[in-house]
C-alpha cells in the first residue's frame, strides 16, 4: 500500500514583524497581558508596550487601569520568539532605521517647508529633508516655488545619519535631467560686417615655408649682434693703432741712441 502524501501544516502560524492583529485579552498580570491573536503561539503583551486610550503619551503604571479580561485589541507583533509573540499596542514605524538606506526609492507627503527645504514624511522616526538644492535640476530660489504642505511626492535617499538620526532625501534625483541645448552657430553677419569678413580673409598672408623662416632667424640674430660687432671693430682698430705708435716711438728712439 502507497504511503499517503503528507500534506503541509495549515496550523503553523505566518507571523510577521508588524504584522497587524485583532486579539482578545486572556490574562492579566502586573508584568503585562496575554492576548489570542488567533495562532498557535501566545501573545504576549508587555506593560511598557500598552497605550491608555485615554492618555497615549502617559507611561502606564497600572494594568487594570486600562485592561481587563475579554478586552478586545489592536496589536501588532514585535517580535516572533520560539515559544511566544510579543505584541505591542504601539502602530510600527513603516520604516526602521535600520531599514533606511542610501538610494531607497521611497514615496512621502510634505509636512513642513522651509527657506532652505522641504520636510517629508517617509514613514520613519522623523521626517526627512531635501534641500532646496535637491527639489529640481532647475535652479530653486525657494522651495515654496516646488512644493508645499501636502503635496505627494517621490524622493530617493542620498544619506542616513542614525546617531543623528537625520534623513537627507532628494527629488531630483528620481527626475530626469534636462537637455541641454547645443549653442547656435555663429554666421556672418551681412552688410558691412560681411565686407569685413571678406576683406580680411583677402588680406591673409600664406604661411611660410621652412626656408623662409630659417632665413628670418638667421637675419634677426645679425641684427641683435650688429652692436656688438661694431664694438668689436672699434676695439680693433683702437689696439692697432696703440701699438703702430708704439713701434714708431721705439724706432725714434733706437735711432737716436744709434746717432
Same mark, same amino acid.
Do not use: C
Given at each position: 500500500m502507497d504511503n499517503p502524501i503528507e500534506t503541509p501544516s495549515t496550523n503553523e502560524p505566518k507571523l510577521k514583524?508588524?504584522?497587524?492583529?485583532?486579539?482578545?485579552?486572556?490574562?492579566?498580570?502586573?508584568? +503585562?497581558?496575554?492576548?489570542?491573536?488567533?495562532?498557535?503561539?501566545?501573545?504576549?503583551?508587555?506593560? %511598557?508596550? !500598552? *497605550?491608555?486610550? #485615554?492618555?497615549?503619551?502617559?507611561a502606564v503604571i497600572n494594568l487594570e487601569d486600562v485592561l481587563k479580561v475579554g478586552?478586545?485589541?489592536t496589536v501588532w507583533v514585535k517580535r516572533i520568539l520560539k515559544d511566544r509573540v510579543e505584541l505591542t499596542?504601539?502602530?510600527?514605524?513603516?520604516?526602521?532605521?535600520?531599514?533606511?538606506?542610501?538610494?531607497?526609492?521611497?514615496?512621502?507627503?510634505?509636512?513642513?517647508?522651509?527657506?532652505?527645504?522641504?520636510?517629508?514624511?517617509?514613514?520613519?522616526?522623523?521626517? +526627512?529633508?531635501?534641500?532646496?538644492?535637491?527639489?529640481?535640476?532647475?535652479?530653486?530660489?525657494?522651495? %515654496?516655488? !516646488? *512644493?508645499?504642505? #501636502?503635496?505627494?511626492v517621490d524622493v530617493k535617499v542620498l544619506e542616513v545619519d542614525k546617531r543623528?538620526?537625520?534623513?537627507?532625501?532628494?527629488?531630483?534625483?528620481?527626475?530626469?535631467?534636462?537637455?541641454?541645448?547645443?549653442?547656435?552657430?555663429?554666421?556672418?553677419?551681412?552688410?558691412?560686417?560681411?565686407?569685413?569678413?571678406?576683406e580680411e580673409e583677402e588680406t591673409d598672408f600664406p604661411d611660410p615655408t621652412y626656408m623662409e623662416i630659417a632665413m628670418r632667424k638667421a637675419m634677426?640674430?645679425?641684427?641683435?649682434?650688429?652692436?656688438?660687432i661694431t664694438n668689436r671693430i672699434k676695439r680693433a682698430k683702437m689696439i692697432t693703432e696703440t701699438e703702430a705708435d708704439e713701434i714708431y716711438e721705439r724706432t725714434l728712439k733706437a735711432k737716436g741712441e744709434q746717432e
Open positions: 514583524p508588524k504584522q497587524k492583529y485583532e486579539g482578545k485579552v486572556m490574562k492579566t498580570s502586573l508584568q +503585562g497581558a496575554i492576548v489570542d491573536i488567533g495562532e498557535n503561539l501566545p501573545g504576549f503583551l508587555h506593560i %511598557s508596550q !500598552v *497605550v491608555d486610550s #485615554g492618555n497615549p503619551n502617559a478586552d478586545t485589541l499596542m504601539k502602530e510600527p514605524l513603516g520604516l526602521e532605521w535600520r531599514e533606511i538606506k542610501p538610494d531607497m526609492a521611497l514615496h512621502g507627503k510634505v509636512v513642513r517647508v522651509e527657506n532652505f527645504g522641504a520636510f517629508v514624511e517617509i514613514g520613519a522616526e522623523r521626517p +526627512g529633508l531635501v534641500h532646496v538644492s535637491e527639489l529640481s535640476h532647475n535652479y530653486v530660489r525657494v522651495p %515654496s516655488e !516646488v *512644493v508645499k504642505v #501636502g503635496d505627494e543623528k538620526k537625520q534623513i537627507k532625501l532628494s527629488m531630483k534625483a528620481l527626475q530626469d535631467e534636462p537637455e541641454v541645448e547645443a549653442p547656435p552657430k555663429k554666421t556672418a553677419r551681412k552688410g558691412k560686417a560681411k565686407k569685413e569678413v571678406v634677426d640674430r645679425a641684427e641683435k649682434r650688429k652692436p656688438e
